[in-house]
């Protein structure tokens, strides 16, 4: 997992939760990085779990209500570190129909040993989408974060529904409806 991912989660947790929080979960944590990362660097998943874990334990919040955060968070701390790739779009449709297709090819490219996700359209319409998102990650609920803010970033609003498909969220479908 990119080091990105990991110095923005320890912003967000230092910003919501305080500096105490965060110097306990990466004390608590099983960490071979230490919890030293650098945003271009290349991390084990599994210190992502470990983090998350003892954040949820700690501040007795649901790991997926937390990732859901995250997602919110990250959208914008993605959108600084890339702003060209979010200015290419004109709308938030038009982004998420594009993840698989641009956006994540352009990371792969920037980033070689980035772990994505994939995502596969099922239908759309302009003002509406479903689309499956894949993982052995499963992070969904960090994906339901991002798409929720990417409407938020062009002052639109939608429904964004999840079913699913895997009962450990490997795979999950999503049903959004642009209504703003
Ligand atoms: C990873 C979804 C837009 C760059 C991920 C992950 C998810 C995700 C869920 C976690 C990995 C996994 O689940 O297996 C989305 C969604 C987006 C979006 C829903 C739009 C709303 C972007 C944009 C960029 C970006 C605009 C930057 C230009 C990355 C990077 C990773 C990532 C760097 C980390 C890869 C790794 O850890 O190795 N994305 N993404 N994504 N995404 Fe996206």
Do not use: W
């Not at 449709?93 to 994939?118: G, N, Q, R, W």
């Not at 759309?124 to 991002?146: E, N």
């Not at 929720?148 to 699913?164: Q, Y």
């Amino acid at each position: 997992m990119k080091g990105i991912i990991f110095t923005e989660f320890l912003e967000m947790v230092e910003e919501t939760f305080g500096l105490e929080v965060t110097e306990q979960i990466i004390e608590e944590s099983t960490l071979p990085s230490e919890g030293v990362y650098t945003s271009v660097g290349t991390y084990d998943f599994n210190e992502m779990v470990s983090l998350l874990t003892q954040l949820s334990e700690n501040v007795d919040i649901p790991a997926n209500k937390l990732l859901h955060t995250f997602g919110l968070y990250l959208f914008d701390s993605l959108g600084k570190a890339h702003p060209e790739v979010i200015k290419s779009f004109n709308s938030p449709i038009a982004l998420l129909m594009s993840i698989e297709d641009h956006i994540h090819v352009h990371v792969k490219k920037l980033y070689p040993d980035a772990e994505l996700p994939t995502f596969t359209i099922v239908e759309q319409s302009d003002t509406s989408l479903s689309i499956i998102y894949a993982s052995s990650r499963g992070l969904y609920s960090l994906a339901q974060g991002l798409m929720e803010k990417c409407f938020i970033h062009f002052n639109s609003s939608a429904h964004i529904s999840h079913e699913l498909l895997k009962e450990d969220g490997t795979q999950v479908k999503f049903d959004i409806v642009q209504h703003g």
